[in-house]
């Protein structure tokens, strides 16, 4: 199915999700981005944030409602999902490198393989964006060489290199040692400067406050409260949301 293209880059409408199991992840989740936003979504283990950002990219199936990326249905049959996935950039806590190869291959092998790309180009972009996550001297070491932080500027170059028009972070900072947390934040700043558009599930509430356009509250899989980061850190509306705050801040 499409729409209209519009400013609209992610369009979610009244997500379930219930696993086999019978847990029920996802209630009736509904989230707009539009084109250059960054939606910071926050909330106690178990709220289903990780499971609502694995449905933007189709890695969950729904049990009910609706997704469209860029106006495209992500659930419909004729979706060509390969083409889509590309579309959506995904760095998650564990950086997922192919340690045997360097990174150079690792940031290129998708948009070769995948993209089917041609080399020279692919090659181009891969140096262009190490050097802008700061590990143009780092090109052809291996992933066990680096620090953790190094390691996660690699997945954010390696995703950005399938050129995507939405990114997705899946609490990037939650497995690497404090003195490190910074310098991946930072990366993360410069690229909503530039304007990308971005969803980001992190505990960094400093980055929230700095970074967001908006802040979702997410709990028991449903999202509770959702506001500019002035109001929904300065004037909780949530009884859970005040809760969650007072234990974390
Ligand atoms: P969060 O990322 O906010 O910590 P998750 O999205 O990982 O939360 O999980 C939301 C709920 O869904 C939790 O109760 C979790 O146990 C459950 N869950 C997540 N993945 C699965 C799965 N594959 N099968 C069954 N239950 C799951
Ligand atoms: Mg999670």
């Keep these: 199915?499409?729409?209209?293209?519009?400013?609209?880059?992610?369009?979610?409408?009244?997500?379930?999700?219930?696993?086999?199991?019978?847990?029920?992840?996802?209630?009736?989740v509904s989230l707009e981005v539009r084109r250059g936003e960054v939606v910071v979504i926050v909330g106690p283990s178990g709220s289903g944030k990780s499971t609502f950002l694995r449905t933007l990219n189709r890695l969950e199936t729904l049990s009910a409602g609706h997704i469209e990326i860029e106006g495209v249905d992500m659930y419909h049959g004729a979706t060509n999902i390969n083409r889509l996935r590309q579309r959506v950039g995904m760095v998650f806590q564990g950086f997922n490198l192919f340690p045997h190869k360097t990174v150079l291959q690792n940031v290129m092998l998708a948009p070769l393989k995948v993209a089917r790309r041609p080399r020279a180009e692919v090659e181009q972009q891969?140096?262009?964006?190490?050097?802008?996550?700061?590990?143009?001297?780092?090109?052809?070491?291996?992933?066990?060489?680096?620090?953790?932080?190094?390691?996660?500027?690699?997945?954010?170059?390696?995703?950005?290199?399938?050129?995507?028009?939405?990114m997705l972070f899946d609490e990037p900072t939650s497995a690497l040692d404090p003195e490190m947390v910074g310098e991946v934040l930072e990366v993360m700043k410069a690229l909503a400067r530039e304007g990308m558009t971005m969803v980001v599930v992190t505990h960094e509430m400093g980055f929230a406050r700095e970074v967001a356009d908006r802040v979702l509250f997410m709990a028991d899989g449903q999202v509770l409260a959702e506001d500019t980061p002035a109001c929904f850190f300065g004037a909780p509306s949530h009884p859970r949301l005040q809760q969650f705050l007072s234990q974390i801040l």
């Design 1 to 28: 199915m499409h729409t209209e293209h519009t400013d609209t880059v992610v369009r979610a409408q009244r997500v379930d999700k219930v696993f086999d199991n019978g847990c029920q992840a996802l209630r009736q």
């Design 126 to 166: 891969a140096r262009a964006l190490l050097d802008k996550v700061g590990l143009a001297e780092r090109v052809e070491h291996y992933p066990g060489q680096l620090s953790g932080g190094q390691q996660q500027r690699v997945a954010i170059a390696r995703a950005l290199c399938m050129q995507p028009r939405i």
